[in-house]
């Protein structure tokens, strides 16, 4: 059964022995990053930290609940980060029913994600305690997270683990990104959404439009809602269909007090507001995933005119910085569970790793089963045109018998495979807005690197060279008598 809220998930974390309560007082500036930092960079991640008693506050904070693979996949109910991506391919791969009796017994299939769909309902969890006349920030314990984060009008607090929720004013359609929250004020946030993602899509819609753009911020739910807000859907795929899919039960939505947005029933706080496409305000810096700071910039402004919340709310956080940390987690989970969407557009990628330490967009290895000259180049094009894959600083592609979850054998087999003129592009193009070594702000260079085996036609005049095996029976000879050479 999916679980019912964050706190069934702690509960659960808790019973395995995989959350460690902090009884003592913890102050939510700089101290709860600085212990999630070194409790997640422990062997296997650490566990998750309940912060039961946080300086300034009534609410307990929560950190590090998805930092490692066995959280990951007991947060999606799972066995291993492989098996959604088997559910999605046996979604996929379908073949055409021939008899009336195939056709039935695929029915069921066919409506695995209408059942998912979100139910609404009237009166949730989340909307217990409702604060509209004075909304305050202050109140709840958000974290400082890195010593330089904020500017010096306000004390460099951020909300990491918003789920933020829009509609599409032209199609009603919702979206749910995850986007950091600045907090300015009692009332007033930052509203970090990248110009690349769909929030920034109906931002600019709005914007068109002259009118103000209502956004609800939820913040902590089941933990298959919480991730699938960081999730790279198509702008047509509505997150919380996909949360349902997770977690094999609809999500509950409920709407917004003074607005029509819908989140999350089972939220533990829940943000409303607007934004006013005609301003915009400093946001950041801030310590990011890629271990530096992102930069300052100007971003749209969020105006809080309603905050409700659970009677007994917990304040799930999280900490980025350089990997590992826990969104590496999140972010493998991704590797895995878009694995067979991507063999949708590319049939030939066998498989595809994203090195933590490239933060997910700096770098990606790929397996591909080459057919022809040129395309291993065919394939670093289109994905370069593939939703967020755009971002990849680097990718490097070589043969289908290379495992490239064993670094170090890739490494090898591309620093010897590799003529550096003949087989690496280098393209131009939009980059992630957490890049800071381009010359411009998203924009800039990404390089593509073909290490498979080449062929005359790709420019190669000499035979490929064989691969080092040692020849069967020698290996068994060995085998039998290796207790004769004395190990
Ligand atoms: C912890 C965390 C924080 C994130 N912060 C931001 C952010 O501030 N701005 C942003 O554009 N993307 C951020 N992302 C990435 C987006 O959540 C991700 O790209 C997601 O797919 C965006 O949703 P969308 O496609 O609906 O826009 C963050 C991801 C994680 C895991």
Known sequence: MAYKDLRAFLRRLEDKNLLHRVKAEVDPILEVSEITDRICKSPGGGKALFFEKIRGSMYPVVTNIFGSFERMSLALEISGLDDVAHRIEDLLNQAPPKTLVEKLSMLPKLFEFSKYLTRTVKSAPC?????????????????KCWPSDGQPSDEGRFITFPMVFTKDPETGRPNCGMYRIHVYDKKTTGMHWHIHKDGARHFDKYRALGRRMPVAVAVGSDPAVIYAATAPL???????????????????????????????????????????????????????????????????????????????????????????MEDCYMGKATERIFLPLMKLDFPEIKDINLPMEGVFHNACLISIRKSYPGHAKKVLHGLWGKGQMMFSKLLIIVDEDVDVQNISYTAWRVLNNVDWKRDVIIAEGPLDDLDHAASFPRYGAKMGIDATRKSREEGMTREWPQELFMSDDIKKRVDARWKEFGF
């Open 127 to 143: 909307q217990e305690v409702i604060e509209r006349n004075a909304p305050d920030l202050g109140k709840f314990p958000i974290l």
């Open 234 to 324: 198509p702008e047509a795929v509505d997150e919380m269909l996909f949360a349902g899919f997770l977690r094999r039960e609809p999500v509950e939505m409920v709407k917004c007090v003074t607005s029509d947005i819908e989140v999350p029933a089972n939220s533990e706080l829940v943000i409303e507001g607007y934004v006013d496409p005609t301003e915009s305000r400093i946001e950041g810096p801030f310590g990011d995933h890629t271990g530096f700071y992102s930069a300052a910039d100007y971003y749209p402004v969020f105006h809080v005119t309603c905050i409700t919340h659970k009677r007994d709310m917990v304040y799930p956080a999280t900490i980025v910085g350089k990997p590992p």
